[in-house]
């Protein structure tokens, strides 16, 4: 404030106010914008930083007509560069179909000719499936926070029809997984859609050896490069080793009996039957106890 009352009694002629001070009152209301003692500073310091980051699009004449058409609320064409909000919307829209439909089977048309941003408007496009696969692989993390914010029966339904043109065309017809961006991110929920829709794909060692993965409790999380023996507590490991004798012993790989998931599940068995022959006593006390006496150390006492 100070400075800004210097510089108009120096410079009252001057309407315009230099760079340097704006910066200053903007670095001013970042700092006290939390400042919640004062609600009306709050609310002025708010007011500045939002005049500063956001976009102009509302003129009410041109800055320079030769330099492009500009946007407007208003519906009266003064000037002949204007164009109205709605057909300036229109027009983006127009361009963006064009965009998408001339390169229906270019898979690098989507990386190259949209951005992120784009991303909620392109997926309710009627899509090839060479875009949705360019999509898949190029926007895995976008994709999956959409998933999470939406219902995901569509965005699943790409990876099946993925998964199967994926199949169609390997030399020994043979399931494949983790091959896009997007597979290590989904849930293990949206893993099970895909198992119950797809079964074959428990044909796939990559596919059962990540949906074991997301069977892990996910306060194991906090333990990763630990010991699994000496630091992680008993609770947590004999949960996890629940859930993979429960999925060992489920009729999914039991149905398939093929060498892969024979291995998978020969091994599960004999680990658990390990740990609990080396955990018995401990494992009583814990389950009589419901996890009471489990001190997080790991040890049995």
Same mark, same amino acid.
């Not at 001339?102 to 951005?115: E, H, I, T, V, Y």
């Not at 914010?149 to 020994?172: C, P, T, V, Y």
């Given at each position: 404030? #100070?400075?800004? /009352?210097? !510089?108009?009694?120096?410079?009252?002629?001057?309407?315009?106010?230099?760079e340097r001070i704006k910066k200053l009152i903007f670095r001013n209301a970042a700092r006290n914008v939390m400042n919640g003692a004062d609600a009306e500073l709050q609310?002025?310091?708010?007011?500045?930083?939002?005049? +500063?980051?956001?976009?102009?699009?509302?003129?009410? #004449?041109?800055?320079?007509?030769?330099?492009?058409?500009?946007?407007?609320?208003?519906?009266?064409?003064?000037? /002949?560069?204007?164009?109205?909000?709605?057909?300036?919307?229109?027009?983006?829209?127009?361009?963006?179909?064009?965009?998408?439909?001339?390169?229906? =089977?270019?898979?690098?048309?989507?990386?190259? @000719?949209?951005? =992120?941003?784009?991303? /909620? !408007?392109?997926?309710?496009?009627?899509?090839?499936?060479?875009? #949705?696969?360019?999509?898949?692989?190029?926007?895995?993390?976008?994709?999956?926070?959409?998933?999470?914010?939406?219902?995901?029966?569509?965005?699943? @339904?790409?990876?099946? %029809?993925?998964?199967?043109?994926?199949?169609?065309?390997?030399?020994?017809?043979?399931? +494949?997984? @983790?091959? =896009?961006?997007?597979?290590?991110?989904?849930?293990?929920?949206?893993?099970?859609?895909?198992?119950? #829709? +797809?079964?074959?794909?428990?044909?796939?060692? %990559?596919?059962?050896?990540?949906?074991?993965?997301?069977?892990?409790?996910?306060?194991?999380?906090?333990?990763?490069?630990?010991?699994?023996?000496?630091?992680?507590?008993?609770?947590?490991?004999?949960?996890?080793?629940? /859930?993979?004798?429960?999925?060992?012993?489920?009729?999914?790989?039991?149905?398939?009996?093929?060498?892969?998931?024979?291995?998978?599940?020969?091994?599960?068995?004999?680990?658990?039957? +390990?740990?609990?022959?080396?955990?018995?006593?401990?494992?009583?006390?814990?389950?009589?106890?419901?996890?009471?006496?489990?001190?997080?150390? @790991?040890?049995?006492?």
């Amino acid at each position: 404030a #100070k400075a800004v /009352k210097k !510089w108009k009694n120096s410079f009252s002629s001057s309407d315009r106010t230099p760079e340097r001070i704006k910066k200053l009152i903007f670095r001013n209301a970042a700092r006290n914008v939390m400042n919640g003692a004062d609600a009306e500073l709050q609310r002025k310091c708010v007011q500045t930083i939002e005049d +500063r980051v956001s976009p102009r699009i509302n003129f009410s #004449k041109p800055a320079d007509e030769s330099r492009g058409v500009y946007a407007s609320h208003e519906k009266t064409a003064n000037y /002949k560069s204007f164009i109205s909000e709605a057909d300036l919307n229109a027009k983006f829209d127009a361009e963006m179909d064009k965009t998408l439909k001339s390169n229906a =089977r270019n898979a690098n048309a989507l990386q190259n @000719g949209f951005k =992120r941003s784009a991303l /909620k !408007w392109i997926v309710k496009q009627q899509l090839t499936l060479t875009q #949705k696969q360019a999509l898949l692989d190029s926007f895995g993390a976008d994709l999956a926070m959409l998933m999470s914010e939406r219902d995901d029966d569509m965005f699943l @339904g790409w990876i099946l %029809s993925d998964l199967e043109e994926q199949k169609s065309h390997a030399n020994n017809n043979y399931e +494949r997984w @983790g091959f =896009r961006s997007v597979h290590g991110m989904l849930t293990l929920r949206q893993m099970d859609v895909i198992k119950a #829709k +797809r079964k074959e794909i428990l044909q796939c060692s %990559s596919f059962i050896t990540a949906y074991l993965q997301r069977l892990m409790p996910l306060a194991i999380v906090a333990y990763k490069n630990r010991n699994w023996s000496d630091d992680i507590p008993l609770s947590l490991r004999w949960t996890y080793m629940q /859930k993979l004798y429960e999925c060992a012993t489920s009729t999914d790989l039991l149905s398939i009996g093929n060498e892969t998931s024979n291995s998978i599940r020969a091994y599960i068995y004999f680990e658990y039957l +390990r740990f609990v022959e080396e955990h018995y006593y401990a494992l009583n006390k814990l389950n009589n106890n419901g996890g009471a006496n489990d001190d997080g150390d @790991g040890d049995d006492d």
